[in-house]
């Protein structure tokens, strides 16, 4: 979390984790992504940078911020504030081992998938909604 300290910011501890169920937020609006789902993550990963310095969900930034992509998807860049990882398989498979991965530090989850908010609450994640990270 991130304290200030004489007008420094001071972060103490590991930053809270944000992961993106990349094909589900971009799946939740119908705007054609199905026919570029590569340029579909680019944009999703360009409206996530800001949150990772601003915040989100009522988490202050700064953010680990991680965007998984899956399918078609797969080979977007990061940039700064989001990291863009492939899923080698499943995403949702890859979501869950980073849940798992994030141990005792601040994990939210966002996706609407009722299974895979399921199976990351068993590792202690939060889980919001795509409109979280849409506004």
């Known amino acids: 979390m991130t304290n200030t300290k004489g007008g420094t910011d001071v972060t103490d501890g590991p930053l809270p984790l944000i ?11 119908p705007d054609g992504w199905w026919r570029d789902r590569r340029g579909a993550a680019e944009r999703l990963r360009d409206r996530l940078a800001p949150l990772a310095r601003s915040g989100v969900a009522g988490l202050p930034g700064p953010l680990e ?7 078609a998807a797969r080979g977007v ?12 398989g499943s995403g949702d498979d890859r979501i869950v081992d980073l849940a798992a991965a994030a141990g005792e530090r601040p994990c939210l989850v966002v996706t609407a998938d009722r299974e895979l908010r399921r199976r990351v609450r068993e590792h202690g994640a939060q889980v919001t909604g795509p409109r979280t990270v849409l506004g």
């Open 65 to 71: 911020l991680v965007l998984v992509v899956e399918g």
């Open 77 to 88: 860049e990061s940039v700064p504030g989001v990291r863009v990882e492939d899923a080698p």
């Open 19 to 29: 992961v993106v169920d990349g094909a589900n937020v971009v799946g939740s609006v």
